[in-house]
């Protein structure tokens, strides 16, 4: 379904519902990745509350599409939306990073329901998804369905519907490690065009300027030199967000891993948090990029 | 039978990797989960999988980290990949992958690396120092095989653990076929090949073959030593190694790799809490390997790191020597 003015509404209550979340836990660690959460946020909104196969509260629902989050010190993002949906109780806001609680201070699939790869490592995301994909076609392969799903994917290039689609969300300061190039490659070896790379482009990781630290220009170039379906948008544009993600889907069947580079801003929102690029915010960081937020978003 | 136990056959000298490709072929035939994920290195069954189930091959190319993590995703789709390549890109170069992305979620993936002191590859492939990295990781079992038929058993029952599992190869001496084909193998038990009373060689891989060279030499001497092969090296069997030293009082551990971190230092930190005794730690000191073409077990690179049997003899009378 291609935006309009009343799931863009939607989208923005969600939006604000699940900043709540995270407001509250954020004043129980008092630390967290808050600038590149904040980063990709709009993106999450659109993926979990539009744009997934999913099944609440089953969360393992075997035909659910992936979501391999290779940002994984990102993960309060994720946190604070899986207990929007309902896959995790609230109560867990409370335990964010603390011992044998669900929410670790890295995504860690045993510990949290609906998180499908555990990671920290930065740069194995995008492979993990390769293998996600590359199961998914094995499967389709083996066992394909006997009749089409008529509601999901009702495509003409292909045979059958991908039984799930896998996205990966990576970072731009990530794309720095070698790992994600030779994931990069594998993909476009084996055509997984059921694998959807979603890179939060917010141009800046701990030690200052992506394009300082290590310049990865042209960006987009690569990914398309590398065999890809390229496509840079605004990340904080929900409309845009939505119809690239719709335009992806539809291009199914050509064989071509999707790399959607959204172009966003660090700590977006939340002014204290945009003006330093925050990495990693501790203490008082936390508690004044959240009274702020909690004055704009209520 | 003889001196040796039940099960033991000393037989013509065979190379223990032969076992490895009847097992995979038996069992990717019942299974079609069963994936040979390659690293440009080739991997068990190859041929099998080309000429009957070549869309259950995933070449990676020379992308080692990649190919370990796809490795850690397939099996969390119900897949069993097996894969391939020398320890130094399979388990070296990809630990930290194999460590995020399959030893932390316990994923079911099967690796097969390929290191040890000897082969003609030079310094850079004869990695004598996998088990110290390797053994330290939770999750991971590790095996080590004496002969084919226990590279067969131990890969089979590899197979239908599930879980991580790492199984070594070796190049190296070709050590005589030590057991019978209806030789029970079972994970996580040590094997008695033979007791002994004076003295017990505790032995890996290719190490039992000149284990029992060795013990063949002091049997002369009117010493009676015990064997004992280790195939699982990770969780050691810590009973039959305390049998071992309650019942003779002195242990040589025997391995073809750098005793810090190996088959040595784990069968003394057993010993130490358990039952202390005499003790030599028989191996490849600190030092890296190099170039070796030794296809029997008195070569060039069995006499510079002084893995011959006689050295192996030499240690055991120097273990009985020190017993109190």
Known sequence: MAANEKLIQELHSKYVAVLQNMFELLDNSLSGHTGGSMSMLDIIIALYFHHLKLNPPDYDWPERDRVVLSKAHCCEAIYSVLVEIGYVSRESLKGYNEYRETFQGHADRWATPGMDYSGGSLGQGLSFANGLAMAEKLKTEMNPPVSEIPQFLPRLKTKHNPAYRTFCILGDGECNEGQVWEAAMFANKYKLDNLIAIVDYNKFSLDGPTEEIMPMAPFAEKWAAFGWWVKEINGHDMAEIINTLELANNLYGDGKPKCIIAHTVKGHGIPSWEETHVHLARGVGVEVGVAEGRKIYG | ?324
């Open chain 2, 1 to 324: 039978m003889g001196k040796y136990n039940q099960y033991v056959q000393i037989g013509e000298p065979e190379a223990p990797n032969a076992g490895f490709d009847p097992a995979m072929i038996e069992i990717a035939e019942k299974n079609e989960k069963v994936l040979l994920v390659l690293e440009d290195m080739g991997g068990p069954g190859l041929k099998w999988f080309t000429e009957n189930a070549p869309n259950r091959i995933i070449e990676c190319g020379v992308a080692e980290a990649n190919a370990a993590v796809i490795c850690g995703a397939l099996a969390s789709e119900g897949f069993i990949p097996v894969v391939h390549s020398f320890d130094f890109a399979l388990l070296a170069r990809a630990y930290n992958q194999i460590r995020q992305s399959i030893l932390v979620d316990r994923f079911n993936v099967k690796l097969v690396g390929r290191g040890g002191a000897w082969g003609d590859t030079g310094i850079s492939h004869n990695y004598v120092e996998t088990l110290g990295f390797m053994r330290c990781l939770p999750n991971l079992i590790i095996l080590s095989v004496a002969d084919a038929v226990e590279a067969k058993k131990a890969f089979t029952a590899m197979m239908q653990y599930v879980g991580p599992v790492l199984i070594r190869q070796e190049a190296g001496p070709v050590p005589p076929r030590i057991y019978t084909e209806d030789y029970p193998f079972q994970l996580g038990k040590a094997y008695f090949i033979k007791e002994g009373r004076d003295a017990t060689i505790i032995a890996t891989g290719l190490m039992v073959g000149i284990a029992v060279k060795a013990e063949e030499i002091l049997e002369k001497e009117g010493l009676d030593v015990g064997i004992l092969d280790i195939s699982t090296l990770k969780p050691l069997d810590e009973e039959a190694i305390i049998k071992a030293s309650v019942e003779t009082g002195a242990i040589v551990t025997a391995e073809n790799g750098i005793t810090i971190g190996g088959l040595g230092e784990g069968v003394a930190a057993v010993l130490c809490e358990n039952a202390p005794c005499s003790m030599v730690l028989f191996g490849v000191q600190d030092e890296f390997s190099q170039s070796g073409r030794d296809s029997d077990d008195r070569g060039k690179l069995a006499m510079h790191f002084a893995l011959t049997p006689e050295d192996l003899a030499v240690s055991v009378r120097e273990a009985i020597a020190k017993k109190k």
